[in-house]
């Protein structure tokens, strides 16, 4: 090794990601050393590293992951396709809220979102299309980690917060359905309360909570529209924080078979 | 460069003038560049050090007696005893290895003082090492796992979530720019469609009920299988291998569960007409008004 003088030593330690010091203080400032986005960033393992570690990311992602595991073939990223798919629709959902009352007007504001809205036809099925393949692709993602047998040890209590995972997925979905207040909706959902009034002893009561009285009124629209914009992806939110979290400190991803 | 704060700086000085005997002052401008460094070869030195002290520690055995010879017998088999234990504990201080300065010889000393007559065998060897406790040949720390073959998270793992991101994003929204969502009319509690659907993911379970008994089929079903079956697998199956050939049985369960799901849930998006009657697509039409754009597709 060459020798240095101490200068030099202490000018390689302290930019120990190989960036000039001359990048600009506000971009520095924003960006992490080691991130790509800044000046003189150049590819080494040890900036690789830093990508993840020095950066917001390390939340979801561990530096390194098992090779076999970044195969498209093993998980089909069908978990992260779930995790972007409910990002999309809380982006989508979010603009829908803009242009729509939980009340009479329910009906009158799609159809207008519809027809007066620039895009609005468009967001609203990227809402609702988005919305039916995510119960899809959480389905597949259940299907995909059973037959790995991913649930066993040391993974079977993440196999039980998946489970209500899907669940609360389903519920989303169907307090979403009710929301445009059109015949569909308001039938399809009726179907649905129904099942779960034959719930044994309390079947009743668990329909007249969750419709807000007998049948579907405005009522019963509110109170959805609050569980599906609110209670449910709050609920989720949490429970996928705990997901990611347990596959993380369950050794990552399982495998190989 | 980053700004170091000065009395850090002024540490380092004080250790730095310390091993190169000069004055702190000088130490100090030396680090901050105002003046030509001294003697900096003679730092390499110190990583040398290390290099020589694990022979080292198996040399002065003979100063400490029998109780030595215990680790020197595990020595053979390095490879289960963390014996080297005893080459650690010697690294913080390796300077005294190297220098038998006499300021530094009152270190050995309390070694010496347990220990009785035979320091005289070799005189000249400095004690350097003491016995602090024997490791047995089982090692305190098991490796858990084997080594696993890793690879950076970026690129190999974020690259391919970001293009996934995109061509899912990609098909959203090409499926929604042909595909309209529908709107009935407006809702009306006195007039009920024929038949009456649920969502697509209840229509097995509202297939299932037209043959149960409600009770059974619409709430044993999915919260007892569904909700309590579901979350009770992993603490059924304890097989523990995940080989598909070594867990068939699972495996034809969760088929037959998937196969009559799709099933059900088939016929009852495509099967069931008025009335909850059976049709056929192909000739009576299909009511499943979640694709009624799809389905009146020119
Ligand atoms: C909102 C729904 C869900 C999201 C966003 C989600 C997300 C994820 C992600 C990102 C992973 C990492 C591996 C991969 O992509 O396959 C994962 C793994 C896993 N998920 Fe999910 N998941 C969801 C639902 C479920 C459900 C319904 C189950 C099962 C009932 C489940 C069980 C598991 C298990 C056991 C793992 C570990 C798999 C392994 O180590 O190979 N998850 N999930």
Not at chain 2, 194 to 201: E, Q, S
Request: charged share 20%; with cysteine.
């Amino acid at each position: 090794m060459a020798k240095l003088t101490l200068k030099e030593r202490f000018k390689k330690s302290t930019s120990g990601s190989g960036e000039s010091a001359k990048a600009g203080k506000f971009a520095t400032s924003i960006f992490r050393p080691g991130s790509p986005f800044r000046k003189g960033y150049t590819d080494s393992p040890r900036n690789r590293s830093y990508v993840v570690m020095n950066n917001v990311l390390y939340h979801l992602h561990p530096v390194k992951v098992k090779r076999h595991g970044v195969r498209l073939s093993y998980t089909l990223c069908l978990g992260g396709m779930s995790f972007f798919l409910f990002i999309v629709l809380t982006i989508t959902g979010i603009w829908l809220m803009f242009y729509f009352r939980p009340t009479e007007m329910a009906y009158a504001d799609i159809q207008a979102l519809q027809t007066s809205v620039a895009f609005g036809s468009l967001v609203r099925n990227m809402h609702r299309w988005g919305a039916h393949l995510m119960v899809l692709v959480v389905f597949l993602h259940m299907s995909r980690v059973f037959y790995h047998g991913a649930y066993k040890a040391p993974r079977e209590f993440n196999w039980v917060i998946g489970v209500i995972l899907l669940f609360l997925t389903l519920f989303l979905s169907f307090t979403g359905y009710l929301l445009p207040w059109d015949q569909l909706a308001i039938w399809a959902v009726t179907v649905g309360g129904n099942m779960a009034s034959y719930t044994p002893v309390f079947g009743a009561q668990i329909k007249f909570g969750l419709f807000a009285g007998l049948e579907a009124t405005t009522a019963t629209l509110l109170r959805f529209y609050v569980l599906h914009v609110l209670f449910f992806p709050f609920i989720i939110v949490i429970f996928m924080a705990i997901h990611f979290w347990r596959v993380r400190k369950d050794g990552g991803i399982s495998g190989p078979l | 460069m980053v700004d170091i704060p000065e009395h850090l700086l002024l540490r380092s000085a004080e250790a730095r003038a310390k091993a190169l005997g000069i004055s702190v002052e000088q130490a100090l401008s030396e680090m901050k560049g105002e003046s030509t460094p001294t003697v900096v070869e003679e730092e390499p030195e110190v990583i040398e050090v290390e290099l020589v002290t694990p022979p080292e520690a198996e040399v002065p055995a003979p100063v400490e007696t029998p109780v030595v010879e215990e680790v020197k017998a595990e020595a053979p088999a390095p490879v289960e005893t963390p014996v080297v234990e005893e080459v650690k504990a010697e690294a913080p201080a390796p300077v005294e290895v190297e220098a038998p300065a006499p300021t530094k010889a009152a270190a050995p000393a309390p070694a010496k003082a347990d220990t009785p007559e035979e320091v005289e065998f070799a005189p000249e060897v400095k004690v350097t090492q003491r016995l602090l406790t024997v490791v047995k040949a089982k090692p305190i720390q098991k490796a858990a796992s084997e080594p696993v073959d890793k690879v950076n998270t970026w690129p190999h793992l974020m690259l391919p979530e970001f293009i996934s991101l995109m061509v899912m994003m990609a098909f959203l929204i090409i499926l929604s720019a042909i595909l309209q969502a529908p709107l009935l009319e407006e809702a009306n509690p006195n007039i009920t469609p024929n038949p009456a659907k649920a969502p697509w993911y209840f229509l097995g379970l509202q297939e299932a009920l037209s043959y149960w008994d409600p009770q059974i089929a619409g709430v044993m079903i999915p919260l007892v299988i569904g909700l309590i079956g579901f979350a009770a697998i992993p603490y059924i199956d304890r097989n523990k291998e995940n080989n598909p050939s070594k867990r068939k049985y699972a495996i034809m369960m969760y088929t037959f569960f998937l196969a009559g799901a799709g099933t059900l849930t088939i016929i009852g998006v495509l099967f069931r007409g008025p009335g909850w009657n059976w049709t056929y697509p192909w000739i009576d039409g299909i009511w499943f008004d979640d694709l009624l754009d799809w389905i009146n597709f020119e």
